[in-house]
């Protein structure tokens, strides 16, 4: 068990990437894709609560809508942040990878989870709804992937 928390929290964080090759490249196309839609919703002019997400914005009232693309846009902050630590690993630090992905998991999975409680109404089915759905499983699979020495060496 010390080997997988040592892989899982490396005492010195290096560029030497511990796991399966297929988790780095799934982190590197999350990585791209958590980038673009934080910038997606700073900077989308309905920070992509209606063009996205399908809340109808246009049945708010001005002031409500503001609000909901505000918190849009303070949400792709946040993602933001996420992303640039993401791509820091990805660039320098990919021991750090596997904890990262333990990060997604819960992120995703407790998504999932604050939805159910408090859903949220919109007029289709976002993308998104489909991604909280599936990369919690997806997290997982790479998390495993990453705590797994490649079977053919290298990293």
Not at 59 to 83: E, N
Request: overall charge positive.
């Amino acid at each position: 068990m010390s080997g997988l928390l040592a892989r899982l929290l490396p005492v010195r964080p290096g560029n030497e990437f511990p796991g399966n090759r297929v988790a780095l490249w799934a982190f590197y196309g999350l990585t791209a894709l958590t980038l673009w839609r934080s910038l997606h919703h700073i900077l989308a002019p309905d920070g992509g609560a209606q063009s996205v997400a399908t809340i109808p914005l246009d049945q708010y009232d001005p002031a409500a809508a503001a609000t909901v693309i505000a918190m849009f846009a303070l949400w792709g902050l946040s993602q933001l942040l996420t992303a640039l630590v993401m791509l820091l690993a990805c660039v320098r630090y990919k021991s750090l990878i596997p904890l990262l992905w333990l990060l997604v998991l819960a992120e995703y999975a407790g998504r999932w989870l604050v939805l159910h409680a408090k859903p949220i109404v919109t007029i289709g089915t976002a993308p998104g709804v489909i991604g909280n759905q599936v990369l919690p499983f997806v997290a997982l699979i790479m998390l495993i992937l990453s705590l797994r020495p490649p079977s053919h060496g290298g990293s």
